[in-house]
């Protein structure tokens, strides 16, 4: 460990030097206010078109509309699904007395890690990630770095140790400038507010079995677990390109394909049963603890985890067995 301690502070310093992980941050703080806005507005609207402030009202009419909506040709046959599945957890929250649509800034840090999950976040650290091996090339120190008495596997495994620090810290600055930001309109408080997981969905019925309640605080912290998982299998995933492809412009570009495409996939492969087995479809974890319809029929949070799992090993088995291979000399 002794050994490795100063090979990881040399690749920090390398990520800093570079100033990616600033321009990250900078990429939060200018984007998180246009999401605030955004989310005060549609709350302004849901309350106008409601009429009332009352959020007991605002669900019932939403119940309502829904409703109407089911008995329509014109509506697919997938979202009449979804408007049903919404129907029930809506009745569940009325039933329990507990407002689904509450506003604070605490709220907003968990829809917007929610959201982000899939794409957002794991851009954020494909941005990092993508240049940590390819970056050597393009700067012309990967002669210098190999030529190091220092044995391969060790060098690549400081830049994974190095990947895993900035993968938290992205998380981690994303939840606190949201919860920062989006508190100046919406309030600092709402820690203890009661939230539902545990609904598992059965075709168009919702299962309550399981439901359970969570202060926010906890389920902010299990959310930010699963997403910290998935973007750091994208990270690994990123790596795994820098080290195949030796500039960093095209390693982004393909994970920037592969990324869009994943989002495409798991909205428009409900039929394509094999499609569960790609890992960007199973990205989206955090719809497991909120009750959300998968993707696709049958895939389930343990499914999606040994998905991602398995796909991060195969990533570093590729990694580790072409960095120490291959003559990256020439």
Known sequence: MSRMLPLVQNEVLKIIRKKRFYVVLLILIALIPMFTYAQMRQAQQFQKQAGTSDWRAELTQRIADYERTLGSSRVPEEWKKWRKIQIQKDEY?????????????????????????????????????????????????????????????????????????????I?????????????????????????????????????????????????????????????LVVGILSLMVSVLVRSTAAGMGVMLAVLIAGSILANMASSW??????????????????????????????????????????????????????????
Do not use: C
Not at 123 to 142: K, N, P, Q, R, W
Not at 178 to 202: A, E, K, M, Q, T
């Open 273 to 330: 049963t094999s499609a569960k087995y790609f890992f960007m479809v199973n990205l989206q974890l955090t719809d497991y603890l909120s009750g959300s319809v998968p993707p696709i029929e049958g895939m389930t949070l343990p499914f999606s985890l040994t998905v991602l799992a398995l796909t991060a090993a195969a990533a570093l088995v590729v990694s580790y067995v072409t960095f120490t291979k291959k003559d990256v000399l020439n």
């Open 171 to 231: 998380v981690l600055a994303t939840a606190v400038f949201s919860y920062l930001i989006s508190g100046l309109v919406f309030g600092y408080g709402g820690w203890d507010l009661p939230i539902f997981s545990g609904f598992r969905i059965n075709g168009s019925t919702v299962d309550f079995t399981h439901v359970h309640v969570l202060p926010l605080w906890q389920y902010l912290l299990m959310e930010m677990g699963l997403v910290w998982f998935a973007a």
């Open 93 to 169: 929250h009325l039933e329990n007395n507990v407002n689904p649509n509450e506003v604070s800034g605490l709220v907003f840090t968990q829809r917007f890690m929610e959201n982000a999950i899939g794409l957002f976040i794991p851009l954020m650290v494909m941005v990092i990630a993508s240049d940590l091996v390819s970056g050597e090339h393009t700067a012309g120190t990967i002669k210098l770095l190999l030529t190091r008495p220092v044995r391969r596997w060790r060098i690549l495994t400081s830049k994974l140790i190095a990947l895993i620090l900035f993968t938290s810290l």
